[in-house]
T-cell receptor
Framework: GAVVSQHPSRVICKSGTSVKIECRSL??????MFWYRQFPKKSLMLMAT?????????EQGVEKDKFLINHASLTLSTLTVTSAHPEDSSFYIC????????????????FGPGTRLTVT | SQQGEEDPQALSIQEGENATMNCSYK?????LQWYRQNSGRGLVHLIL?????REKHSGRLRVTLDTSKKSSSLLITASRAADTASYFC??????????????FGQGTELSVKP
């Protein structure tokens, strides 16, 4: 159980176009999903917290209009990279936290396999 | 930034040896988690240690937590070539009613040579 999928796993797009990445919780409902970005040989940087039915909370330095997040249902969050540029090329990873809150005071998080975006 | 720091950044050992990775963080936490990532792949959750716990074991993994020093260590005993991966610690800053917000350390790249 507790599987999170991402689609696509790999995408190449041209500069100036927009790309949408989907994050789905397959066997549980997730009130909260998180989006991370990872550069080669670097750590994961939290970009934003996505809450179902409300606006995402972005981390400092992350452009809201550049990285559009929509969490329209309890099993799906999408990240759209608008007007992509080569510097947006990265590995994007989502995670999902099951609805119902913490278990014993600790929130479980399940990670998707990641999406490799290359902007040419 | 509240990201933790890990050391060493890279570690190369022979199969059968033990590997120790350390993680330090800056703020109070709800729990600390260790993850593994194979090159270009997603994260695999290894172990979670709560702030009121000092040590936890899972198979060949042993994790310690010292909240007074704001540090944690991950020990992998009797390493295997298949343990080659990057290892990250992540601190859970638990934000009320929003699920845990994880802040990741810089990671340790472990190479186990057969």
């Amino acid at each position: 159980g507790a599987v999170v999928s991402q689609h696509p796993s790999r995408v190449i797009c041209k500069s100036g176009t927009s790309v949408k990445i989907e994050c789905r919780s397959l066997d549980f409902q997730a009130t909260t999903m998180f989006w991370y970005r990872q550069f080669p040989k670097k750590s994961l940087m939290l970009m934003a917290t996505s809450n179902e039915g409300s606006k995402a909370t972005y981390e400092q330095g992350v452009e809201k209009d550049k990285f559009l997040i929509n969490h329209a249902s309890l099993t799906l969050s999408t990240l759209t990279v608008t007007s992509a540029h080569p510097e947006d090329s990265s590995f994007y990873i989502c995670s999902a936290s099951p609805s119902g809150g913490a278990v014993g005071g600790n929130y479980e998080q399940y990670f998707g396999p990641g999406t490799r975006l290359t902007v040419t | 930034s509240q990201q933790g720091e890990e050391d060493p950044q890279a570690l190369s050992i022979q199969e059968g040896e033990n590997a120790t990775m350390n993680c330090s963080y800056k703020t109070s936490i709800n729990n600390l988690q260790w993850y593994r990532q194979n090159s270009g792949r997603g994260l695999v959750h290894l172990i979670l240690i709560r702030s009121n716990e000092r040590e936890k074991h899972s198979g060949r993994l042993r994790v310690t937590l010292d909240t007074s020093k704001k540090s944690s260590s991950l020990l992998i005993t009797a390493s295997r070539a298949a343990d080659t991966a990057s290892y990250f610690c992540a601190t859970d800053l638990m934000i009320y009613n929003q699920g845990g917000k994880l802040i990741f350390g810089q990671g340790t790249e472990l190479s186990v040579k057969p």
